[in-house]
């Protein structure tokens, strides 16, 4: 169908609460990632999904961040506890296949999250 | 760091001249691409070169890439007012598929 859907588009939440942010990628594309971007800065890898196993998550900042991807196609992004350093754009993505021949990745509009 | 250093951090030209965005890398990559982003949301791809390859165009816009020297370039001619946004290069190091983003180039395209 159309491009990388994400949602909700902008999340307020108080420090401490619990949110998860949702991707939808684009159908058939077999790779997810996760991103986010702070203001003024470019994207930073967190963790990229190859079907439904996470293949690399070495950019998870520490572990209140989790992410899955159960069924190989939308994932969720769950923060625990969060604190107003978590504030960011959280952008996801999706390629035709991240191992073998690298393909551009499909970017969604993602989502702004405001920890207050 | 392994992510691309984009130069200069922001440009400002008038509409219908060139600009010419460079990227550095500090290691060999599997390929790299350039990237827009339009007031701070979702990016677009714009062009992926793979590291055989020295050059590559699309429309207005031509990528150039120099292994040895471990950089690359955007170039986008005939610039427009709607070109204005922030660009990005990102290299692919492996065939793991994650990106390494520079802090950008912000163009800025004057009427």
Sequence with gaps: GAGVSQTPSNKVTEKGKYVELRCDPI??????????????QGPEFLIYFQGTGAADDSGL????????????????????????GDSAVYLCASSLTGQGESYEQYFGPGTRLTVT | ?????????????????????????????????????????????????????????????????????????????????A????????????QGGKLIFGQGTELSVKP
């Design chain 2, 1 to 81: 760091s392994q992510q691309g250093e984009e130069d200069p951090q922001a440009l400002s030209i008038q509409e219908g001249e060139n600009a010419t965005m460079n990227c550095s890398y500090k290691t060999s990559i599997n390929n790299l691409q350039w990237y827009r982003q339009n007031s701070g949301r979702g990016l677009v791809h714009l062009i992926l070169i793979r590291s055989n390859e020295r050059e590559k165009h699309s429309g207005r816009l031509r990528v150039t890439l120099d292994t040895s020297k471990k950089s690359s370039s955007l170039l986008i001619t005939a610039s427009r007012a």
């Design chain 1, 61 to 84: 900042p520490n572990d209140r961040f989790f992410a899955v991807r159960p069924e190989g196609s939308v994932s969720t992004l769950k923060i625990q506890r969060t604190e107003r």
């Design chain 1, 27 to 40: 159908s058939g594309h077999t790779a997810l990632y996760w991103y986010r971007q702070s203001l003024g």
């Design chain 2, 83 to 94: 070109d204005t946004a922030s660009y990005f290069c990102a290299p692919l190091y492996n």
